[in-house]
T-cell receptor, first 113, second 115 residues
Framework: IAGITQAPTSQILAAGRRMTLRCTQDMRHNAMYWYRQDLGLGLRLIHYSNTAGTTGKGEVPDGYSVSRANTDDFPLTLASAVPSQTSVYFC????????????FGSGTRLTVV | AQSVTQPDIHITVSEGASLELRCNYSYGATPYLFWYVQSPGQGLQLLLKYFSGDTLVQGIKGFEAEFKRSQSSFNLRKPSVHWSDAAEYFCAVGSNSGGYQKVTFGTGTKLQVIP
């Protein structure tokens, strides 16, 4: 089934540790996004990529980095995790021919302790 | 700056009753508007979207939404709610901003369906 795969599903991480959240899509969508979802705040954009080889900052990029080496993969890295990064992280993608029609992954629940 | 307000954090309806979830947006030009649904432990799924044209938009699962420019609203409706509709619903507004498709989500409305 076409879609987005995120890994891990959940993770407990010690503060100060480095962590990479994985995101892979098989729909050949050009654009990909990382959001975090926090209670009462909705979804906030962390980083985006319009096409392979390019990335950009969203609303809340501090403490996160991304890369887009190819069309399918868009990993999100926390260089040194802090408790405020405890959240549910969603990867999404969209096709330039269907603007804004996002497909979301099932999310990664990250707890930083 | 674009923004979305969902004034109802939580709504409870009886199964078979009608549903209306409110959404108000702020955006200078004609907006792109969306409704997404999120079941527990899942990602968001697109229910419907409005870009232009007919202001009454039909979506999946029997949902519809009406764009009212004069009220800056895009309320979601369903004539008869099923227990499986219990989920969280997010309204969103989109635009091209700074080189990417900027989508701003509301904070969500959690729908509870009682027998």
């Amino acid at each position: 089934i076409a879609g987005i795969t995120q890994a891990p599903t959940s993770q407990i991480l010690a503060a100060g540790r480095r962590m990479t959240l994985r995101c892979t899509q098989d729909m050949r969508h050009n654009a990909m996004y990382w959001y975090r979802q926090d209670l009462g705040l909705g979804l906030r954009l962390i980083h985006y990529s319009n096409t392979a080889g390019t990335t950009g900052k969203g609303e809340v990029p501090d403490g996160y980095s991304v890369s887009r080496a190819n069309t399918d993969d868009f990993p999100l890295t926390l260089a040194s995790a802090v408790p405020s990064q405890t959240s549910v992280y969603f990867c999404a993608s969209s096709d330039s021919t269907d603007s804004y029609g996002y497909t979301f992954g099932s999310g990664t629940r990250l707890t930083v302790v | 700056a674009q923004s979305v307000t969902q004034p109802d954090i939580h709504i409870t309806v009886s199964e078979g009753a009608s549903l209306e979830l409110r959404c108000n947006y702020s955006y200078g030009a004609t907006p792109y508007l969306f409704w997404y649904v999120q079941s527990p432990g899942q990602g968001l799924q697109l229910l419907l979207k409005y870009f232009s044209g007919d202001t009454l938009v039909q979506g999946i699962k029997g949902f519809e939404a009406e764009f009212k420019r004069s009220q800056s609203s895009f309320n979601l409706r369903k004539p008869s709610v099923h227990w499986s509709d219990a989920a969280e619903y997010f309204c969103a507004v989109g635009s091209n901003s700074g080189g990417y498709q900027k989508v701003t989500f509301g904070t969500g409305t959690k729908l509870q369906v009682i027998p």
